[in-house]
Every structure is written in C-alpha cells, then in structure tokens.
C-alpha cells in the first residue's frame, strides 16, 4: 500500500548548523516528492520538490536528496536559523491529484 | 504575493450541527482541494475539485461531506452532520495545474472544534 513514514519525529539543531530531515516512502511507482514546512498555526507551505528521475536538487540554503534504491527522501537545510524551526513534512505526489503526506518531524533550533 | 485564504480561523460547533468551512483560491488556480489534520497527526487528503465536480475523494470523505464552488471566486466544505472526530484543522488548497507533479498552495487553515 502506499506510505509515507518519517524516521524522527523531533530534532535539536544549533544555530548555524547544518540539519538533516529523513523521510521513507514505501510506494516503488511514486515519482514526485515534496518537502513542506508548517509553522504552528499555519498551514503547510511549500519548500522544494523532486521528481524520481533527479537524484538531488537544491535551492535556497535547502537541498533535497532522493534515494530511489532505497525509497528515502532527505531534506538538507544548510546555516539552519531560528525561522527554520517548524515541523516538516515530506510528501508524495501519487498518479492523480492528491498529495500523500507523512507524519512531519518537528526541528527545533537554539541559539 | 497571492495566497489562499480561509473563514473563519476557528469554528466550534455542537455535535450534529452544520458547518460550512469557506476558501478563496488563487485567482488563476483551476485546481482546489481539501485536507484535514487532527492534532498532532499528519495532513490528510480529503477532496480535489475541477471544473466543477470532485475528481478525487478519500475514505475520509463521505456522504456527510460536500464541496461546492458557488461563485467565482469560493470555494466550500460542508459537513452535514458534525461528529466529535470531525474536530481537526481544515486547509484549503489550490493549484494551477493538478495531477502528478502538483506544487499546491495552502491556506492558513480553518480549526474546527465540535463540542
């Protein structure tokens, strides 16, 4: 069936760090992946996504990993700040309209 | 920048009661859905909606939910009937395109509290 399942659900990072969020996928068909990041009270908002055929694809400060051999998803976050504490959520674009989201993995940063 | 935004903020109800949850996409978005998550869990899929008539739904949504696109510009999810487990954050979301591939816009989202 299909899944979307995340490794940690909490993770610590000082300021300045570099972060790792990890997400599995058990659907070997999927083949569009999106990171989004909602912040309390807010709803989910878009960071980067990536399609099967790419195995890495980076924007600003983030970069996202794909693993397809081992359906594992990482979203890479660079200089980690403050404002980047939130819970992310990595999710799978399936065959039709609807996006498969995982359970998140909450990043707190100190300073 | 557009975005998509939702009414009320918070919405308690008693069980049994009516709601009607309202959204206003992006202008020139042509794909709209709903997605809930109870608190604590993840987002979960509900409904996406084109050219006037559902093209997806989940086991989630069933016949005490209806969406419904009364003019231009909104975009509305109903619950006929409320239940205690119907107490989640509703978000509404658009996207220009759908299908495979779909980067979709989110609202702030509406929390719906039945009592």
């Known amino acids: 069936g299909e899944s979307v399942g995340l490794h940690l659900p909490t993770l610590s990072v000082q300021e300045g760090d570099n972060s790792i969020i990890n997400c599995a996928y058990s659907?070997?068909?999927?083949?569009?992946f999106i990171w989004y990041k909602q912040e309390s009270g807010k709803g989910p908002q878009f960071i980067i996504d990536i399609r099967s055929n790419m195995d890495k694809r980076q924007g600003q400060r983030v970069t996202v990993l794909l693993n397809k051999t081992v359906k594992h998803l990482s979203l890479q976050i660079a200089a980690t700040q403050p404002g980047d504490s939130a819970v992310y959520f990595c999710a799978e674009g399936g065959n039709t309209d609807k996006l498969i989201f995982g359970t998140g993995t909450r990043l707190q940063v100190f300073p | 920048e557009p975005e998509v935004t939702q009414t009320p903020s918070h919405q308690v109800t008693q069980m049994g009661q009516e709601v009607i949850l309202r959204c206003v996409p992006i202008s020139n978005h042509l794909y709209f859905y709903w997605y809930r998550q109870i608190l604590g869990q993840k987002v979960e899929f509900l409904v996406s909606f084109y050219n006037n008539e559902i093209s997806e739904k989940s086991e989630i949504f069933d016949d005490q939910f209806s969406v419904e696109r009364p003019d231009g510009s909104n975009f509305t999810l109903k619950i006929r009937s409320t239940k205690l487990e119907d107490s989640a954050m509703y978000f509404c979301a658009s996207s220009e395109v759908g299908g495979r591939g779909t980067e979709a816009f989110f609202g702030q989202g509406t929390r719906l509290t039945v009592v």
């Open positions: 659907n070997s068909a999927s083949d569009y």
